[in-house]
């Protein structure tokens, strides 16, 4: 068995430009395919545990396309109207609510830096809705009326840190740096915290709300509350449940799209190694021919080529592997900038069931590529090795 | 002449590696069409739903699903209502130039196929320039208008007494049939709002307004006045153009990530072009000793090898692309039921520069698998050439 091995490794190595570039672009295939598999599986479950997490149920948000604005709230973007403050109070007045938490969001283009910076004004009930919060430096809430929290990606382009003074020449208002928010990977990272009351100053909204995130005391109450908070004047009711049905159906409608995609390029890349397989076969006529004349039996001869195939396969699916380990995170970060309500936590969590299909896909793909030219091998006849070339 | 011969004489020596060599570019190549046409298809078909439905602004009952936009364009039974009086309130906004009040019902019929009910008044008619009216628009007291997909089916022509389907106890007359608008007003059938709120026991309500502007560009203002009115609290006002923004902006953000991937397929099968020249040239060693020992000088060797590339590539695109058209139909089915909101035209639509950026992209593609190859036999010395037997690669 051994030796059998050693020859179809032989074989393999003899022509590495060759057996390198169909491993390549198997592994290519099986790296991206990979990837998406398990970034389609861990967006999923990520969505639900933060959700979960958060304890939202709903949110309610000004009159307008719903949809839109509840991803514009969550992708941390201005909306084009407001809430009325009372919304808040009669929100919280309605007994199955347990944290109403509001935000203010406002956008200040910064031309001059070709970027834009969101503020984002919150109360304290703010907390509740984001235990997982964390600030490398300094408190985690504001020491005071006139405190900043900064996004690790605002504080970097901002060159500030805890303790410092900051000033907002666009709205003339001066700062102190109460925190640093920890990198997240998530549109957080960018945002500008401030106290609800101050951004409403900041920004002249007195008495507006940009959305209003609710918890209720049960999640069983989901369906009265939001026909409640419904009548509210000037808001509307948008669940969790509808927006992640939506954008899980967006999602998903973007990772099916891609998956056929890369199955595209594995079905291109199991031409090429059916086609290198196909070649060494045909180059090797008279070498195979030999080992038939020596003794080798037909079913051996079939053996060795389904062995080359083999190895080949799993050395690309095994490259693919590891390509998607080392691809992934670069692809995550890629990834996540597209896709709405990115969480915090990893997507690409590289999980056992999936390595072991494609571990089983790749060696069926590596078997039945072999198929035809170790059939065609098999059938070499001896005789004709003493004939001579 | 005489290389293009010998190089074309090379694939069919080798008939199954150049045909599969050929599929790996086609598949790969029908894969990027596909996206791109796609695309740009799905972009247009937008636009042109839009456009259609001849509105700047709809104004839907609040609480209402968040897919509202595309209940109106698509046709559905709407579960909440405006009440009538609001469509005074519309009206009276200054900017705006027509407000055509809407009520639509959707039914099921028992083969699955769904009727959709829509009434409205002749105001509807500023809205909608493009519509050609064989016959005559239907007035309070009962008549149908008919889209010409939906006469079609059920093979009404103007002038006659028909059941209603869905509602069989009631029968009207076609007054008039829609010529073809290749869109979803096809399959409505249109009826006078007074009438379709009787027949449906809705008096004085309605699904949503239809509103268009007399000044598109000044969108913003006139919304926010539509949201200041009264009645501005219990209704939503969508701007159309926002809905399309927001889709648009979806769509664009997986263009680049789907283009990648297809990007990828292409590298692979180039990675498998360069494979197969390899083995080609790999082949023929004595036969390109030969060719150099005849006169043949590096510069020629390398261009045949190219010119064999060229043409398996250019094969296997054309073959490719020629695929992705005709098989169109089969995909574009399949991603409708993939994608929320999509138009009812087709998405897939034969565009010359797409096809000509793919064939363009698989030859430059081609060309840089083929360096490798090319150098290999270019390097290939005469003399030695003849005394190998098999070659190296």
Not at chain 1, 203 to 225: C, K, M, S, W
Not at chain 1, 265 to 271: E, G, Q
Not at chain 2, 134 to 150: C, K, N, V
Request: charged share 15%; proline share 5%.
């Amino acid at each position: 068995m051994l030796n059998w091995f050693s020859l179809a490794w032989g074989n393999l190595v003899r022509r590495p430009v060759r057996s390198g570039l169909a491993v390549s672009g198997l592994a290519a295939s099986i790296a991206v395919l990979v990837c998406l598999w398990s970034f389609g599986n861990g967006y999923r479950r990520a969505l639900n545990t933060e959700l979960d997490r958060m304890g939202l149920q709903m949110m309610l948000v000004p009159l307008g396309c719903p949809y839109d604005a509840a991803a514009r709230v969550l992708k941390g973007q201005n909306l084009d109207n407001s809430l009325p403050a009372s919304v808040l109070e009669a929100a919280r007045n309605d007994p199955a609510v347990a944290v109403a938490a509001p935000l203010l969001l406002a956008a200040v283009p910064r031309p001059r830096d070709g970027r834009t910076d969101m503020w984002v004004g919150l109360d304290e009930t703010a907390l509740d809705l984001k235990p997982w919060w964390k600030t490398t430096s300094g408190a985690r809430w504001f020491a005071s009326e006139d405190s900043v929290i900064l996004g690790c990606d605002a504080a970097e382009t901002e060159m500030r840190s805890a303790g410092d003074r900051f000033y907002s020449p666009e709205t003339g208002q001066k700062l102190q740096v109460s925190g640093v928010l920890e990198r997240s990977g998530t549109s957080d990272d960018s945002l500008f915290f401030v106290p609800l009351s101050t951004a409403q100053r900041m920004f002249h909204e007195t008495n507006r709300l940009t959305a209003v995130a609710i918890r209720l005391r049960d999640p069983t109450l989901v369906r009265g509350a939001s026909e409640r908070l419904q009548k509210i004047p000037g808001a509307q009711v948008v669940t969790m449940t509808e927006m992640m049905g939506t954008f899980l159906n967006l999602v998903g409608a973007v990772r099916t799209l891609s998956t056929s995609v890369a199955a595209v390029a594995l079905l291109v890349s199991v031409l090429s190694v059916f086609n290198t397989l196909l070649a060494t076969v045909i180059e090797r006529t008279g070498e195979l021919m030999v080992m038939r004349a020596i003794g080798a039996s037909r079913a051996q001869v079939f053996g060795l080529i389904t062995l080359e195939a083999l190895l080949l396969t799993l050395a690309g699916t095994g490259c693919g592997l590891v390509g998607a380990l080392l691809l992934g995170p670069g692809l995550e970060g890629v990834v996540k900038r597209f896709v709405p309500m990115a969480p915090v936590e990893r997507l690409l969590v590289p999980s056992l069931q999936i390595f072991s299909a494609t571990l089983v896909m790749g060696v069926a793909v590596g078997v039945l590529s072999a198929l035809y030219p170790a059939w065609r091998a098999s059938r070499l006849h001896p005789a004709a090795a003493l004939k001579g070339d | 002449m005489t290389w293009l011969q010998l190089s074309s004489k090379e694939w069919r020596r080798r008939p199954l590696r150049t045909g599969l060599t050929g599929a790996g570019v086609a598949l790969a190549t029908a894969a990027l069409f596909s996206l791109l046409s796609f695309q740009k298809g799905y972009q247009e078909g937008m636009r042109g739903e839009l456009d259609r439905l001849g509105a700047h602004v709809l104004v839907v009952p609040k609480g209402c699903p968040y897919d509202a936009a595309s209940m109106a364009l698509h046709g559905a039974s709407w579960p909440c209502f405006l009440k009538a009086a609001y469509l005074d309130e519309v009206r009276s906004v200054p900017g705006v130039a027509t407000a055509a009040p809407v009520f639509m019902a959707a039914y099921y019929q028992t083969n699955g196929e769904q009727v959709v009910y829509v009434g409205v008044q002749s105001n509807i008619l500023a809205l909608k320039t493009a519509w050609r009216i064989q016959g005559q628009f239907p007035g309070p007291d009962g008549g149908i208008l008919s889209g010409s997909e939906a006469a079609r089916v059920h093979g009404w022509r103007v002038g006659d007494r028909v059941a209603l389907p869905g509602v069989a106890q009631h029968g009207a007359t076609v007054t008039g049939i829609l010529d073809p608008t290749s869109g979803a007003d096809d399959t409505f059938v249109y009826m006078h709002l007074e009438a379709a709120q009787r027949l449906f026991g809705h008096s004085n309500e309605l699904t949503h307004i239809l509103v268009r502007l007399s000044q598109p560009e000044n969108m913003d203002g006139v919304v926010t006045q539509l949201r200041g009115c009264d009645a501005g609290l219990s209704m939503n006002i969508v701007p159309l153009a926002h809905v399309f923004h927001t889709i648009q902006s979806l769509v664009f953000s997986t263009r680049l990530f789907l283009g990648c991937l297809a990007a990828m397929a292409l590298l692979v099968s180039a990675a498998g072009v360069s494979n197969s020249l390899l083995m080609a040239v790999a082949e023929r060693t004595r036969e390109i000793g030969i060719l150099r020992a005849i006169g043949a000088s590096q510069a020629d060797i390398f261009r045949l090898v190219c010119l064999e590339t060229l043409q398996v590539c250019a094969v296997g695109a054309g073959g490719g692309i020629v695929m992705a058209f005709f098989t169109s139909r089969i995909v574009e089915t399949w991603v409708r039921t993939q994608l929320p909101f999509a138009p009812t035209e087709p998405l897939i639509r034969w565009e010359w520069w797409v096809a000509g950026a793919c064939l363009a992209g698989a030859l430059i593609v081609g060309l840089l698998a083929a360096i490798l190859p090319a150098a290999r036999a270019a390097r290939i010395a005469p003399a030695e050439a003849m005394r190998t037997v098999g070659g190296r690669a």
